[in-house]
């Protein structure tokens, strides 16, 4: 037998980390690393937050699970609050990012049929963009890397570039239900989109009576400074897919909608075993409790700043390896002009510094959002020891 006991999917380094303190890792060695990738956006309290913490450990001993067939006080909570902060009307809970974005698609796709337009349901969605690994999810995505060995992939699916307006205005047919987008593409390298794009989809989607579904599992809940991406273009979506840093490290996922984009959600059409779990609403409300204030948003969109004006100055000492930053708040994209996967590697190992690598040769700086002054002075530490102790790789 040479399969290993943890199916190999990924590629795993040899970093083994056992414990965490606030935005630092500990390996099984005793190895700390500044923890600049929050487990990709999900740790956004850190590791170690006490009301997090807490509120799990309280939850866990008064009740863990119940179905979904009984009234949820906890969920309720949870939902309303969601509601109160955001342009949804309901909610509905899940355990992953990708089945937030499944609930989404559904919910896009009965928008219509449950109105007789049964023709209506493609999803308008884009290049580089991640929605996840189902079928569902992986067909929604032009990347091919993720398609290969899996065909059939699901049908419903039209692929736009990137931030063309007028390309995805092309795509509507009498066939479209809506557009599936990231606000910031983070799998594809931090790519904010442009103000124009987003306002225009909306457009798009007012005129032709489309869903604007939007992807936020990565760059939502406080990550740029504001509970929700959208928020900084203005542009209200009708459906909205949340998850990573919405439990804080539990599994979480959501789906938000407003009343007339949910209207086909009727009883019975769609569930989830665990999905919303008082275990799960427990972790989400305290990460509520943390970021849903204004004192909160703007410590996030300040510590962005002051991470950004010093990498920007940072990036003079060394024009050949760094290109340019991109991103809001604290989900920031360092463009290299080098490969940014090896240099993510020599940050990890031989400078403690964890990031994560991105498309386009982005570099991903992903902190807790409760970083402070000493974990940005340390960032730069490591990253200028890494600058300069780095040789770029041969060509291969
Ligand atoms: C991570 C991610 C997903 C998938 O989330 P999972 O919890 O891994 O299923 C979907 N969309 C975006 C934008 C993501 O970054």
Same mark, same amino acid.
Request: aromatic content about 8%.
């Given at each position: 037998?040479?399969?290993?006991?943890?199916?190999?999917?990924?590629?795993?380094?040899?970093?083994?980390?056992?414990?965490?303190? %606030?935005?630092?890792?500990?390996?099984? =060695? !005793?190895?700390? +690393?500044?923890? #600049?990738?929050?487990?990709? &956006?999900?740790?956004? $309290?850190?590791?170690?937050?006490?009301g997090l913490i807490g509120a799990i450990q309280k939850q866990a001993a008064e009740l863990m699970h119940v179905s979904n067939m009984y009234g949820s006080p906890q969920g309720e909570?949870?939902?309303?609050?969601?509601?109160?902060?955001?342009?949804?009307?309901?909610?509905?809970?899940?355990?992953?990012?990708?089945?937030?974005?499944?609930?989404?698609?559904?919910?896009?796709?009965?928008?219509?049929?449950?109105?007789?337009?049964?023709?209506?349901?493609?999803?308008?969605?884009?290049?580089?963009?991640?929605?996840?690994?189902?079928?569902?999810?992986?067909?929604?995505?032009?990347?091919?890397?993720?398609? %290969?060995?899996?065909?059939?992939?699901? =049908? !419903?699916?039209? +692929?736009?570039? #990137?931030?063309?307006?007028? &390309?995805?205005?092309? $795509?509507?047919?009498?066939?479209?239900?809506?557009?599936?987008?990231?606000?910031?593409?983070?799998?594809?390298?931090?790519?904010?989109?442009?103000?124009?794009?987003?306002?225009?989809l909306r457009a798009l989607a007012d005129e032709h009576d489309l869903m604007l579904v939007l992807d936020e599992v990565q760059c939502g809940m406080a990550r740029t400074g504001k509970?929700?991406?959208?928020?900084?273009?203005?542009?209200?979506?009708?459906?909205?897919?949340?998850?990573?840093?919405?439990?804080?490290?539990?599994?979480?996922?959501?789906?938000?909608?407003?009343?007339?984009?949910?209207?086909?959600?009727?009883?019975?059409?769609?569930?989830?075993?665990?999905?919303?779990?008082?275990?799960?609403?427990?972790?989400?409300?305290?990460?509520?409790?943390?970021?849903?204030?204004?004192?909160? $948003?703007?410590?996030?969109?300040?510590?962005?700043?002051?991470?950004?004006?010093?990498?920007?100055?940072?990036?003079?000492?060394?024009?050949?390896?760094?290109?340019?930053?991109?991103?809001?708040?604290?989900?920031?994209?360092?463009?290299?002009?080098?490969?940014?996967?090896?240099?993510?590697?020599?940050?990890?190992?031989?400078?403690?510094?964890?990031?994560?690598?991105?498309?386009?040769?982005?570099?991903?700086?992903?902190?807790?959002?409760?970083?402070?002054?000493?974990?940005?002075?340390?960032?730069?530490?490591?990253?200028?020891?890494?600058?300069?102790?780095?040789?770029?790789?041969?060509?291969a």
């Open positions: 037998m040479s399969i290993t006991p943890l199916m190999p999917v990924y590629p795993r380094c040899g970093v083994r980390p056992v414990r965490g303190e %606030h935005c630092h890792l500990i390996d099984e =060695d !005793g190895t700390r +690393y500044l923890d #600049f990738a929050s487990g990709i &956006a999900v740790n956004l $309290l850190g590791h170690s937050h006490e909570v949870l939902a309303q609050r969601l509601v109160d902060h955001t342009f949804a009307d309901t909610v509905f809970f899940s355990n992953s990012g990708a089945e937030a974005v499944e609930t989404a698609i559904k919910c896009a796709r009965v928008y219509h049929q449950h109105e007789g337009n049964t023709q209506r349901s493609e999803l308008i969605t884009f290049t580089n963009a991640f929605h996840g690994r189902t079928m569902a999810t992986i067909s929604a995505s032009n990347q091919t890397k993720m398609h %290969h060995g899996f065909a059939p992939l699901l =049908d !419903g699916f039209k +692929y736009c570039e #990137f931030d063309d307006l007028e &390309a995805a205005k092309a $795509l509507i047919t009498d066939k479209t239900a809506g557009f599936l987008v990231e606000p910031i593409q983070g799998e594809g390298g931090i790519r904010p989109a442009s103000q124009e794009f987003m306002s225009g509970m929700f991406a959208h928020e900084h273009y203005g542009v209200n979506p009708d459906i909205l897919a949340s998850a990573k840093g919405i439990g804080g490290g539990f599994p979480l996922g959501a789906c938000l909608a407003t009343e007339k984009a949910a209207r086909g959600m009727v009883f019975g059409t769609h569930g989830s075993t665990y999905g919303g779990n008082p275990l799960a609403m427990a972790a989400g409300n305290a990460v509520l409790d943390a970021v849903a204030n204004e004192a909160f $948003l703007a410590s996030v969109s300040a510590k962005g700043e002051t991470i950004r004006t010093r990498l920007e100055q940072f990036f003079g000492n060394y024009p050949d390896l760094f290109e340019l930053v991109r991103g809001k708040g604290l989900m920031l994209g360092i463009k290299m002009k080098v490969e940014s996967r090896p240099f993510f590697v020599h940050l990890r190992d031989n400078h403690q510094l964890m990031m994560v690598a991105a498309g386009d040769n982005t570099l991903r700086v992903l902190p807790p959002l409760v970083i402070g002054d000493a974990e940005i002075d340390e960032f730069f530490e490591k990253l200028s020891a890494g600058a300069a102790s780095y040789t770029v790789p041969e060509a």
